[in-house]
């Protein structure tokens, strides 16, 4: 660039001869000429243009690989797995993410809708990085942090016969839907305590593989649902929503990931998180 031999060896901090030595190897290496030298001054050849544009080039891309390194040893950098469910969704991850996206723009965030029990065989293996999973979790490897509480109502046919009165109780005679058990038992378990705390066990009549075609289940009058209070404004058709009048109708949700695998990246999304307001 400064095609003069003591003014690029002082910007080399090298002396001229180890400067002239230099380019005579390189010479030598690529099999031909890349300068054309008088005593003091020099001019690039064609060849030399060319390798001028590559190391420039790579330099570039040397420091844009050293700055990428350096955001993601901060946590800034990278690709975040996130597992989520509807109630999550609802009640503040929409927040979540943009507030986060806006302070590591340099982050990819991969979003994945998932079951709680999914999540947490997901974490466990490695698949996601963090989740939001109903509480307590049956892990001895992973971190949950609660975030919000959710309390279950009941999600009825708009055509049900007879009066509808709040409480779970006037439904002790209707038949059921709920979430398949093997897809989510704690869900069932759930159900089964909340309508036993009601005074009845339900009659399950079907079942379904997650919560959006549940609800359609019941608005097509197949049967009544206990359902997260967030799904009231999914806007499902032909669906009426009332209190169950159940103390115990509810469950928690947590921010969860590996407590051995997690990094500065899960760290600054989970803090993030912990510093928001979640609710249903």
């Known amino acids: 660039e400064l095609e003069h031999f003591g003014q690029t ?23 031909g000429r890349l300068v054309d ?47 989520f469910g509807t109630a999550t969704l609802s ?3 929409g927040t979540l993410l943009r507030e986060f996206r806006t302070n590591y723009p340099h982050v990819e965030v991969n979003l994945t809708d998932m079951s709680s029990p999914a999540q947490v065989d997901a974490l466990e293996k490695g698949d996601i990085d963090v989740g939001f999973v109903r ?13 919000l509480e959710e309390k279950l109502v009941l999600a009825y046919p708009e055509n049900h ?32 305590r909340t309508c036993r705390a009601a005074g009845f066990t339900p009659k399950i009549v079907q079942e379904a593989g997650e919560i ?9 009058g197949l049967g009544a649902a206990l359902v997260p209070e967030s799904c009231t404004r999914m806007g499902v058709p032909h669906v009426k929503y009332t209190d169950t ?15 051995d695998r997690s990094h500065k990246l899960v760290e600054n999304f989970v803090e993030l998180a912990c510093s928001l307001k979640f609710s249903t």
């Open 37 to 83: 030298r008088d005593t003091r001054h020099f001019e690039l050849t064609a060849a030399g243009r060319v390798l001028l544009e590559s190391a420039r080039s790579l330099l570039a891309r040397a420091e844009q690989a050293e700055r990428k390194l350096e955001l993601a040893l901060e946590g800034k950098a990278g690709i975040l797995r996130v597992g």
């Open 212 to 220: 959006f075609t549940l609800l359609h289940l019941v608005g097509a």
């Open 91 to 93: 009640a503040g991850l």
């Open 135 to 147: 509480i307590p979790v049956n892990s001895t490897v992973l971190t949950a942090i609660p975030l």
């Open 161 to 192: 016969k007879g009066k509808v009165k709040k409480g779970l109780q006037a439904f002790r005679q209707a038949p059921f839907v709920a979430i398949r058990r093997s897809v989510s038992s704690s869900f069932n378990d759930h159900l089964l």
């Open 245 to 259: 009048q159940v103390a115990e109708a509810g469950w928690k949700i947590g921010i969860t990931y590996p407590t």
């Open 9 to 31: 060896a002082d910007e080399l901090h090298i002396s001229q001869p180890a400067l002239t030595k230099q380019i005579k190897k390189l010479e030598e290496r690529v099999g």
